[in-house]
Nanobody, 121 residues
Framework: QVQLRESGPGLVKPSQTLSLTCTVS??????????YSWIRQPPGKGLEYIGG???????HFSASLKARTSISRDTSKNQFTLELTSVTPEDAALYYC?????????????WGQGTQVLVSS
């Protein structure tokens, strides 16, 4: 059974860097079959794609967040990490790590439980 679990601070100050880690069990980040990604849902809004990573450390980011986003992975720990710089209150959201098959049109088949991030001084 594949499981994803987010971890990181629940509160970040404006202008600081948000760092979240997703620990994957039941699957290996070294496989070539999946994208592992981050999405978020701000209060009262829909889901927003942030970015993802796949084999060879190939990354892809939302155009609106690309300038502030990086995603990396640690295959020895089976973890991948999101860093979002210069956060503002608009970055407050429920953040999810997810998995998607590397096939056109595929949806997210596994989700973490989500971690709430608040941005406040």
């Amino acid at each position: 059974q594949v499981q994803l679990r987010e971890s990181g601070p629940g509160l970040v100050k404006p202008s600081q860097t948000l760092s979240l880690t997703c620990t994957v069990s039941g699957d290996s980040l070294t496989t070539d079959s999946y994208y592992y990604s981050w999405i978020r849902q701000p209060p009262g809004k829909g889901l927003e794609y942030i970015g993802g990573i796949s084999l060879g450390d190939t990354t892809h980011f939302s155009a609106s967040l690309k300038a502030r986003t990086s995603i990396s992975r640690d295959t020895s720990k089976n973890q991948f990490t999101l860093e979002l710089t210069s956060v503002t209150p608009e970055d407050a959201a429920l953040y999810y790590c997810v998995r998607r098959l590397r096939v056109a049109g595929a949806g997210y088949d596994y989700w973490g439980q989500g971690t709430q991030v608040l941005v406040s001084s």
